[in-house]
């Protein structure tokens, strides 16, 4: 083991990246970040410069790196180039030097491959602290929001659920483009094409469109328009060729791709969404195991291409296309102004690895990604195709004297030139006969068949991804890491479904966003958001300081947020009235807890909140003022006088919306009462027949979103509080006895209690005859393979790695732990049991 030690993000690029240094290097991945903010607290600081109050978020990763570091002389820092990589770069010198003397060098690459890494450690520099500085405010910032925003969420449409300073302003895109779509309302036009012959010659006919009436656009929007102008020409016979323009179309080659065209192109060739895009582009920068990296790094925003690569690709199309397909000087593409020159665009790190040449170690996902970078930057450099365009305009003029001009465009490819490789259109008449070359100014037309047809405009098309994106890109949203993440988070709250390939905003969405944007316009506004990404390129750039530009944005931010919470709030006089009444109650409830909640409800504490919130704030919100009133109304027969008081300082309409709702709440909740007494009576006397000893043997289900232990306890808690139950909890209660039925010496006597039917819980408890049939099946397949000896050696696809010795072992551990399979888990144990033993 030697003395230097490189660390980078994934297992994939260490294994390539050791290939590469040879043995002289210990190669570790950090697995991502290994400090970040906490999850469940906000993590900063904001009177203290927003000094963020960072976490261990890897234990295991850093663990393993601390000892590693501990031997080692020189660490490289590895880490992807950009802001991303160089934070992690950061986080991991700021934990490691506490550990180690060793020396910490930051090497940058683009691409992995053997020149690129050796001059990367050849040239090792310092940490980028502005690149730093610029991640870290974008991470504060969108702490900030998310945390502080949230909550309003929370208490006026639907708990849990969050906003994102971007994410919610691509909400607004997709909410405000179906918004259109629904208010859409048709409009009427009429189409009209004719067939003319040339020279009366039956053999040369061609179809031309209406474009001009009179010289002039004009719209033709109802039928008998329409019919008027369908007549006029009918029976015209004054026709002639009225213009001809022949001219020499250059299209020019695409540019190489970049991080947004790139998921756009994927997205619409081969129906990978962004995420997918990203994950399969991250494979091929990192490398196989034959390979080195087959593309540079995949997350940029500039067009900028290395010399060595583009004279590399102009010999290898000389070479493999044709000298006529090499322009004369390479072709270049121009950055914008916010675009990240020292990175490239994406393309292939050796040209000559042409897809076909690498194809059978990549998987079809990696192939065809790979083909669409590869082929798109040898196209990009290519010469432009050249088209021959001729436009033929046809004056008929109607028994009205209207001049009607119709329209020909005939365009021929004449030279393919980049389309050769992409397979566009190329040799061939793109519209209108090849005779169309050969009319001249003033040849004779005539008409032989005038067509016109209804049509109505249609409502802009919703989303997709790859034009979310692009739409994001033209708005200076998010960056070229970040769009893959933006899209995927609207779906995975619920914001927006996709139907058909389409984003659609969902009910809750529309919700969420419409209260954004009448509450926190300003901030949610696309102008603002991306004047904040201009603002974080110039804290990269080192042209303005992190915690200057955060205090701004919140010296601005806190004033909406206040403004967005007190929206509506009451006037400071009727809290005032209402918090004295309030004081002067004398019996209080006693806490309560209700059926759903692990929390007791407590009323005079919570007066005592309200209070100190207004105390503070010296005003109480919306939702606070109807929490205040609700309370005043629940202990009105200690304050009689509540009527006088609402109307005395004119909040009598709020008194008796929520005396109402009160009152029907109440009703409610007396109802479900009177319908759980009879299973809060089985339930409590069934929990009290149950034996401690017995219990601490019982086998809980604690999965990561349910754990029956803590539900089983509290359910314990409840019965010594008397609280009441539900038809729910009663399920869920009889599913754990089931589960440990053989663990209760007393079960028929609690059954009988509990009044229920062993075959109601077959699946949790008494086995059915379905499932003790199918687990007979498991049984048998499973116990064919006892002594086995004759696995088949691993397999590795892509990056994936099959073996079917450990896949039978990890169903052989299930089945033995929970006494089942699922039917996906069942139907790969038969084929795997057919590919050895036959049917």
Known sequence: MGNKLVIVESPAKARTISRILGNNYNLLASMGHVRDLPKNSFGVEINNKFSPKYIISNTKALNSLKKASENADEIYLATDPDREGEAIAWHLKETLSQKTDAEFNRVEFHEITKNAIKNAFNAPRDIDKNLVDSQQARRILDRLVGYQVSPLLWSRIKRNISAGRVQSVALRMICEREQEILSFIP???????????????????????????????????????????????????????????????????????????????????????????????????????????????????????????????RNFIAESIGNDFVPKKPNFFKNKSNAQEAHEAIRPTNVYNTPESVKDYLSNDQYNLYRLIWERFVACQMA??????????????????????????????????????????????????????EIQNGDPASPDKISKEQKFTEPPPRYTEPSLIKELEANGIGRPSTYATIISTIQKRKYTVKEKGKLKPTELGFNVNNFLIEHLDSLFNVSFTAKMEKKLDKIEEGNENWTDMLQEFYNRFIKWLDSAKYKEAPEEEKVKALLEKLDKIKRWDPPSKASSSTRAKNDKTFLTSLKKQFDKNGKLSKKQWESLLMLSVKYIDQIPELPEISEKFNFTEDFHRIKKQFEEKKKLNEKKAEENKEITEKMTKAINSLKDEEIKNFLFNNSYRFKEEDFFNSLKVRTKQNLPFTDKQEKVFCRILFNNKDKISNFDEIKNILQINEEDYGSNGKTSPEEKSRNEEIEQLLSNFENFSGWAKPEKKGKRTYDDKTFYDSLLKQYQSKKKLSPKQLYALKKLASKYFGN
């Not at 033709?220 to 001809?244: G, P, Q, R, Y």
């Not at 365009?389 to 365009?411: A, I, K, M, P």
């Open 187 to 313: 409009k009427e036009y009429w189409n009209f094409t004719a067939d003319f012959l040339w020279k009366n010659d039956n053999t040369k006919k061609y179809s031309s469109r209406l474009f001009h009436i009179n010289g002039k656009k004009t719209e033709i929007n109802n039928k008998d328009e329409a019919e008027k102008i369908h007549h006029s020409l009918e029976n015209s016979n004054l026709c002639s060729i009225k213009n001809i323009k022949k001219e020499i179309v250059r299209k020019k080659s695409p540019a190489p791709f970049i991080t947004s065209t790139l998921q756009q192109t994927a997205g619409t060739t081969l129906r990978f969404n962004a995420g997918k895009t990203m994950q399969i582009a991250q494979q091929l920068y990192e490398g196989t195991e034959q390979s080195s990296g087959l593309i540079t790094y995949m997350r940029t925003d500039s067009f900028t291409l290395s010399k060595e690569a583009v004279n590399k690709c």
């Open 384 to 437: 432009p195709a050249k088209v021959s365009r001729t436009t033929v305009d046809t004056l008929l003029t109607g028994t009205d004297n209207t001049e009607y001009t119709f329209r020909t465009v005939s365009s021929v490819t004449v030279f393919p030139g980049y389309e050769k490789l992409l397979n566009t259109k190329k040799d061939k008449n793109e519209s209108g006969p090849e005779f169309l070359t």
